[in-house]
């Protein structure tokens, strides 16, 4: 907090003589949002970004995506040790828990990405004859994959939407 203003008065009845002190302080939110949020939002960006590697390689999904779960984790129990212990819920709870949650879901999704993209190739793997032309096995795995892909991409333009109107809902609900 700074101090923002200081005012004083004397106040006089018929049984006491108070002198009356109110200081305004302002909240200084620039440490909060270095601390807090930017690094916060940076973190859920890498996590975000594992969206964008390619599906084959699941194992470099699922170590960025984990790595920023685990740092937001971490980063989570430093500062709740340096706030005030309460009983309810508070804001900051509130912004990790969504922050650690999105995470989690963009990891359940990569897991389920990998496992359908190795039932389809078995299935594409099992259903072909020997004897069939190549180039229709070839055309099936290309139609099966741009079909994950195109999920893929639905899936990153829904996390910045949820996230937006998230972001709009906490700040709003902030100041009031």
């Given at each position: 907090?700074?101090i923002d203003r200081?005012y004083n008065?004397?106040?006089n009845?018929?049984?006491?003589?108070?002198?009356?002190?109110?200081i305004?302080?302002?909240r200084n939110?620039t440490?909060?949002?270095?601390?807090t949020f930017?690094p916060?939002?940076?973190?859920w960006?890498?996590?975000?970004s594992?969206l964008?590697?390619?599906?084959?390689?699941?194992?470099?999904?699922f170590?960025?995506?984990?790595?920023?779960?685990?740092?937001?984790?971490t980063l989570?129990?430093?500062?709740s040790?340096?706030?005030?212990?309460a009983?309810?819920?508070k804001?900051?709870d509130i912004?990790?828990l969504w922050h650690?949650?999105?995470?989690l879901?963009?990891?359940?999704?990569?897991?389920?990405?990998?496992?359908?993209g190795?039932y389809l190739e078995?299935?594409a793997?099992?259903e072909?004859?020997p004897?069939k032309?190549?180039v229709?096995?070839t055309s099936?795995?290309?139609?099966?994959?741009?079909a994950i892909?195109q999920?893929?991409?639905i899936?990153a333009m829904a996390f910045?939407?949820?996230?937006?109107?998230?972001?709009?809902?906490?700040?709003?609900?902030?100041l009031?």
């Amino acid at each position: 907090f700074t101090i923002d203003r200081i005012y004083n008065r004397i106040e006089n009845d018929d049984r006491s003589t108070r002198y009356v002190i109110t200081i305004h302080m302002t909240r200084n939110f620039t440490n909060q949002l270095l601390n807090t949020f930017i690094p916060t939002l940076i973190l859920w960006l890498f996590g975000y970004s594992t969206l964008f590697i390619d599906m084959s390689d699941f194992s470099d999904r699922f170590i960025g995506a984990g790595t920023s779960l685990l740092v937001i984790a971490t980063l989570f129990a430093a500062i709740s040790s340096d706030l005030p212990k309460a009983s309810y819920m508070k804001f900051i709870d509130i912004w990790f828990l969504w922050h650690n949650i999105s995470i989690l879901a963009i990891i359940s999704y990569h897991i389920l990405m990998n496992k359908l993209g190795t039932y389809l190739e078995q299935l594409a793997s099992n259903e072909i004859a020997p004897s069939k032309v190549m180039v229709w096995i070839t055309s099936t795995r290309l139609y099966r994959m741009k079909a994950i892909n195109q999920v893929n991409n639905i899936v990153a333009m829904a996390f910045p939407v949820l996230h937006v109107l998230f972001y709009a809902m906490y700040f709003h609900s902030n100041l009031y």
